[in-house]
């Protein structure tokens, strides 16, 4: 549960949030399965309140080249906004799909962190046509890493 609120408590939200993991390997393989529902309540009330379902795998692949650990993901999000848009007076629904690749480079060391590169691509599809939309996003990064 997190609250977020600013001075003028125009933007308070509130969000409830429950995560399961279920992570496991064999074979030079760790997978990650993962479930998010996430609900947001606005004071505000000009503002869509909404819940989400969030369910993702990934997969790392320890062993198959020599120089980085490869990660292929996937996610789909369903999203449902509880009351209607005040421009659109419709209820807002969204559904997203999204595919990644990482790589997390094996010698490559900044600060004792491990260097990665990341592709991310998703694509949205609303029964409000504005938000729809597919995105490609390249991220690169340093991640602390235990083994």
Known sequence: ???????????????YEVYDAL???FDDVVLRFDE???????TETNTQDN?????GIDATF??????????????YTFRNFQNEADFFGIERLDRRWAGSLE???RDFDL?????????EYSD??????????????????VRAITW
Do not use: C, M
Request: proline share 1%; net charge negative.
């Open 36 to 42: 998010r529902y996430i609900r947001e309540d606005w």
């Open 23 to 25: 992570s496991f390997g």
């Open 124 to 141: 949205q599809e609303s029964n409000i046509e504005l938000f729809n939309f597919d995105k490609h996003e390249i991220s690169v990064g």
């Open 62 to 75: 320890v062993d198959l080249i020599s120089w980085a650990y490869p990660t292929i993901g996937a996610e």
């Open 1 to 15: 549960v997190s609250d977020e609120r600013d001075d003028s408590s125009v933007r308070d939200r509130r969000t």
């Open 103 to 105: 790589f997390l480079f």
């Open 51 to 55: 819940y989400r379902i969030v369910s």
């Open 111 to 119: 600060f004792g962190s491990k260097v990665f590169v990341r592709y």
